[in-house]
């Protein structure tokens, strides 16, 4: 009886497979496993320790993780408005320029390339209290008093934004800019002929057809944002007395600083219901633009 040979196609894929549950699939079901136990990093043996939900439920209860929760979605909400704000601006401004349009694309990547960490150090350096570039140029303008940026809780919240929003405001003028490129030109030829002032052209033709590519980068960025953890953790650590405090901080404390594996891991999995939400409100949002405007559900 001849013996039977794997299909060809399953064993090119095969080294790929071998990878992917290696590095991904393997490291998952752990960290799920470890979420139902009392793992600790300097207890080996508490791994082994069955407990059921119990980590899930004290999350429930944590004061400190439902702060860090409200935090990161404000920051998201934050971040991603006013970056779509920007972008949109910036994109029908680099729109309207004739010449040098593709190096002002170019100069469009720049801040996106930087690592977070890079724009983390850039930017604590920009705030610093003392020699920081920000204080420096609001004394030079009169004002005498150099402004705590990293120290106080809510103008340390500001300048991480600030940061954030600095090096992802690209992403939405990059996508927002295709779809500018993408737009037909007779709808707006009509709507000009028709006397239909520049306003009201931009907000019954061109906003609808943009608002997919829009959708498009807030889907992207709220993943981004939402596992934060870069920035926030070079320029403030989290500080000052937690107040800057995201949810992918406060997993990296209680996980690597506290040493409680399994705590962070069930947090994880609970910040991972933040992630789902907001991409499949996107999704959904994006289907309903793209049927408005005749590109299907």
């Not at 992917?20 to 791994?47: D, E, Q």
């Not at 930017?123 to 920000?134: S, T």
């Not at 989290?238 to 891991?265: C, F, H, I, K, Q």
Request: aromatic share 14%.
């Amino acid at each position: 009886m001849p013996r039977r040979r794997l299909p060809e196609w399953f064993l090119l894929l095969l080294p790929a497979i071998i990878v992917i549950a290696a590095v991904v699939l393997i490291p998952l079901i752990f960290s799920l496993y470890s979420s139902f136990t009392p793992y600790k990093l300097t207890r080996p043996s508490t791994l082994w320790k069955w407990i059921g939900t119990y980590n899930y439920e004290k999350i429930l209860t944590d004061a400190k993780f439902w702060a860090a929760f409200g935090r990161t979605v404000l920051f998201l909400t934050i971040a991603l408005n006013v970056e779509m704000l920007l972008g949109l601006g910036i994109a029908l401004l680099v729109n309207k320029v004739t010449w040098g349009q593709r190096t002002l694309r170019t100069v469009l990547m720049f801040p996106m390339m930087f690592s977070p960490i890079l724009v983390g150090f850039q930017f604590k350096f920009i705030f610093n209290d003392n020699i920081g570039l920000v204080n420096n140029v609001l004394q030079s303008m009169g004002f005498n008093v150099a402004l705590p940026w990293l120290v106080d809780g809510k103008l340390a919240m500001f300048s991480i934004a600030f940061a954030e929003i600095w090096m992802s405001t690209s992403v939405f003028a990059i996508l927002i800019l295709a779809g500018l490129f993408a737009m037909p030109r007779d709808p707006l030829e009509a709507a000009k002929v028709d006397g239909c002032t520049p306003w009201q052209s931009f907000r019954h033709i061109s906003l609808p057809f943009l608002m997919p590519f829009i959708y498009i980068a807030m889907t992207i960025r709220s993943l981004d944002v939402a596992r934060a953890y870069d920035i926030v953790q070079i320029m403030t650590g989290g500080g000052p007395a937690r107040r800057t405090e995201l949810l992918w901080t406060l997993m990296s404390r209680t996980g690597y600083v506290d040493a409680r594996m399994g705590l962070a891991n069930a947090m994880g999995y609970v910040s991972i219901l933040l992630s789902i939400f907001f991409t499949v409100y996107f999704f959904r949002k994006l289907s309903a633009a793209r049927a408005e405007i005749g590109m299907g559900g």
